[in-house]
């Protein structure tokens, strides 16, 4: 097997965003109680921060967060989550079936936010609420004072305005399973007219309309079209939601699992561009894909069994070697459409299918698929550059033909880095990468990064073992006439990096 690509930093698809590197915290089984807040906790301060979440997501490079959810926003009243804390009322979470204490809200997720040093994407309730309650969110948490709610802000202890740019226009609200479920045309006009009222109140503010929360609903493609003619106008970001797993027996469909998100971007693209076109506008609309990740929901038993409990155990899916692959090359799917993506926001970031995991009376630690994001974080910058790779096909039931090696690079103007990173979908051969690089200077390879291959696919981290999988540094890849050769093993995420 061989896989074939030229490269030239005058080829570019588009600068890597930082904003391609979010996560998402919901008020969701554990993943704020007990994920990132757990006051009394040994590795706690006195807010209750868990400060090695903390650290773990600052490790991660995690540069968005969106909060708070989610289903959960459905039915959330953000004002139960500010003021004193013992005067805050335990509510009836719709979404998760759980108790929600509403002792973490906005001004601790701002405050978690800055130490994070991560920037806040906000949702607001779209499904049981309205315009009013989305303009008087906004007005709380950025007008700088002299109005009631801003004031309200500084009574709670916030003298300056949070300044929040990023705002999501409710959530998932195409899947029959959201509380206050629309149909694209009762979300398309409450969805452009809570954008206009919320711009009075801010001009500052960037703002993302629903998409389609997942590329398999029945709706997809028109619900885009219908929420985009009313919107389009409105708003800077239609969004996309998408989890995969293997479906019984179907490896093959799961380890080219980015051809299929690859394809749903393609189709949004083409989507937002359709009515673009049909507006006449020379506007871009651009994409948040602001949830992502690997999710064995077929295992999940479903909301309506949940019963009550308070911050419960919520699939908290345990991570494998091969789906760190899969999900490496997942990112790869992302940095390739950099042109179009401009938000991305891994779901969710600890416990809830999260790259990092936290118990009580136990430190964080991270799972298999923490390492492929935190080194695509650290090490994709610059530009995209556009990628052919001339390799072989194979046949999947859910994608058609898809490329056994995968292929996408980065290059830094300033620093003259160079990043390859690339997958290899063979189950049973190794791969030969052949990279053109004769339109660089000199280059030499100072690292070469894998996971799967020899590695035991099915290995996992654990709170006993959080160090059992780890990226292995590979020797071998070499440059000879300005021609790169590396061997890619079987089922393998790779990055090479060269200066
Ligand atoms: O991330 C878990 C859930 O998945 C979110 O609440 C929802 O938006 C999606 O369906």
Same mark, same amino acid.
């Given at each position: ?303 309506? $069994?949940?019963?009550? %409990?308070?911050?419960? #155990? =919520?699939?908290? !899916?345990?991570?494998?070697?091969? &789906?760190? /692959? *899969? ?96 997958? $290899?979908?063979?189950? %049973?051969?190794?791969? #030969? =990468?052949?990279? !053109?690089?004769?339109?660089?200077? &000199?280059? /030499? *390879? ?54």
């Amino acid at each position: 097997l061989t896989a074939h690509a030229t490269l030239d930093p005058a080829f570019r698809v588009a600068p890597v965003d930082r904003r391609l590197f979010g996560s998402f915290v919901e008020h969701m089984g554990r993943c704020v109680y007990g994920g990132i807040h757990e006051p009394g906790h040994p590795e706690s301060d006195a807010d209750g921060n868990r400060l090695d979440v903390l650290e773990l997501t600052r490790d991660l490079g995690i540069s968005v967060i969106r909060y708070p959810g989610g289903n959960f926003v459905s039915g959330y009243r953000w004002e139960d989550g500010v003021g004193p804390v013992s005067e805050r009322p335990r509510r009836q979470d719709l979404a998760w079936r759980s108790i929600e204490t509403n002792e973490f809200g906005l001004n601790e997720f701002m405050a978690w936010a800055k130490l994070a040093n991560v920037e806040p994407m906000m949702a607001v309730n779209l499904g049981t609420r309205g315009i009013q309650e989305a303009c008087d969110l906004l007005e709380y948490a950025n007008h700088p004072g002299g109005t009631y709610l801003s004031d309200l802000r500084r009574k709670h202890g916030v003298e300056e305005p949070h300044a929040i740019k990023l705002w999501c226009l409710g959530n998932e609200m195409d899947g029959p399973w959201q509380t206050g479920h629309k149909t694209a045309e009762e979300y398309g006009r409450l969805a452009a007219e809570t954008a206009k009222a919320m711009r009075q109140v801010d001009s500052g503010i960037e703002l993302v309309a629903c998409g389609s929360s997942n590329a398999l609903m029945p709706t997809f493609g028109s619900w885009e079209s219908t929420v985009l003619e009313h919107t389009f106008d409105y708003v800077d970001y239609i969004s996309l939601h998408a989890y995969y797993e293997q479906h019984g027996q179907d490896r093959a469909s799961f380890l080219a699992a980015a051809a299929g998100m690859d394809r749903f971007i393609d189709g949004v693209v083409a989507t937002a561009d359709h009515v673009s076109a049909k507006k006449k506008s020379r506007k871009k609309l651009n994409l948040s894909f602001d949830e992502w990740n690997l999710w064995q929901e077929s295992r999940f038993a479903g909301h309506t $069994n949940l019963d009550w %409990e308070q911050a419960p #155990r =919520l699939i908290e !899916d345990t991570y494998t070697v091969q &789906d760190a /692959v *899969v999900f490496g090359s997942l990112l790869m799917s992302l940095l390739r459409h950099a042109d179009r993506v401009a938000i991305a926001c891994l779901a969710q970031l600890v416990n809830v299918i999260g790259p990092i995991r936290a118990e009580p009376d136990r430190p964080a630690w991270a799972q298999t698929i923490f390492h492929p994001f935190a080194l695509t974080a650290r090490h994709a910058v610059g530009d995209v550059l556009r990628v052919e790779t001339a390799t072989d096909l194979y046949d999947t039931a859910e994608h058609g033909d898809v490329p056994l090696v995968d292929v996408v690079a980065t290059h830094d103007r300033e620093s003259g880095q160079l990043t390859v990173f690339a997958m $290899n979908r063979h189950t %049973e051969d190794r791969a #030969r =990468l052949e990279i !053109d690089l004769r339109a660089f200077g &000199d280059l /030499v *390879v100072t690292e070469h990064l894998h996971l799967g291959g020899e590695q035991d696919l099915d290995a996992v981290n654990s709170i006993e073992t959080p160090q059992a999988v780890a990226p292995i540094s590979v020797e071998g890849a070499s440059i000879e006439g300005r021609r790169l050769t590396a061997s890619l093993p079987p089922v393998s995420w790779n990055m090479i990096r060269f200066v």
